[in-house]
């Protein structure tokens, strides 16, 4: 009887195993034509378990994740000058940028159409507009701090694809290590892959494709949060007052 016990027993700590290993499927919400309905008030992207983290309130990458740098590649890492202008340039409310947009310790906002994912961040109140309806990237443009977006839906996973980036900062880890402003070139080129993973939550997975800086592309899997319980309230208003500078003169200038 009691090696019946202590096998049952062992059956159910195994069950119980594989069960946490394998929940149980679930739907995803639906949009009218079918894909994956992403619309919806979210965290930030935090980290999974085991993730190097910053100090900042803002998500930053795990340098464990970098791919090798190029010769030259040093250029990547800007250690803080003492310039305002350079060291936070936020702070004369010039735009964060991608991805240090959707990596702001801020909500942000989902709405999603047939054509369009419209992303509206609480930080800045930036806005990147992905279209959706296979279109390519566009030609002749000047560089841009989000770049130029364009997505398209593979199975149950969206997929944005980034080019045309001005060179600016890649993330906040200068708040960690004044040594490190990390930066990313004009040649960088990023894939986002974002599904459903819960009832609760989003799968968020970014390459960072910089030829210029790294060997090859390298990724890093973060976790969004829906939390529909902000929606009542929404985005708060984000205002850039600059007035950090005597006069308006910074840097001698």
């Not at 890492?77 to 936020?90: I, S």
Request: aromatic share 12%; glycine share 8%.
């Amino acid at each position: 009887m009691k090696l019946a016990v202590v096998a049952l027993t062992a059956l159910c700590s195994l069950g119980a195993i594989v069960f946490a290993q394998n929940p149980p499927s679930f739907t995803p919400p639906r949009a009218a034509d079918g894909k994956p309905d992403l619309t919806g008030t979210y965290q930030w992207p935090t980290y999974l378990p085991g993730a190097q983290r910053g100090r900042s309130a803002a998500t930053v990458f795990d340098s464990r994740n970098f791919a090798p740098l190029k010769p030259g590649g040093e250029a990547f890492l800007e250690p803080r000058t003492g310039d305002p202008r350079h060291d936070e340039p936020r702070d004369f409310c010039l735009p964060a940028g991608f991805p240090g947009s959707i990596l702001s310790g801020n909500a942000m906002q989902f709405f999603q159409t047939k054509n369009y994912l419209v992303v509206v961040h609480e930080f800045q109140h930036n806005t990147r507009v992905v279209p959706l309806d296979g279109r390519p990237h566009r030609a002749g443009m000047d560089p841009m701090y989000d770049g130029d977006p364009v997505g398209h839906w593979e199975g149950e996973t969206l997929v944005v694809d980034s080019t045309n980036f001005k060179r600016w900062q890649l993330d906040d880890y200068y708040y960690t290590n004044p040594k490190e402003f990390r930066m990313h070139s004009d040649a960088l080129h990023t894939i986002e892959r974002i599904r459903w993973k819960s009832k609760t939550a989003l799968s968020y997975e970014i390459t960072i494709d910089d030829p210029k800086i790294f060997t090859k592309p390298w990724s890093q899997e973060f976790e969004i949060v829906a939390k529909p319980e902000w929606e009542k309230v929404g985005l708060f208003e984000y205002v850039c007052d600059n007035n950090r500078c005597p006069g308006g003169k910074c840097g001698g200038n």
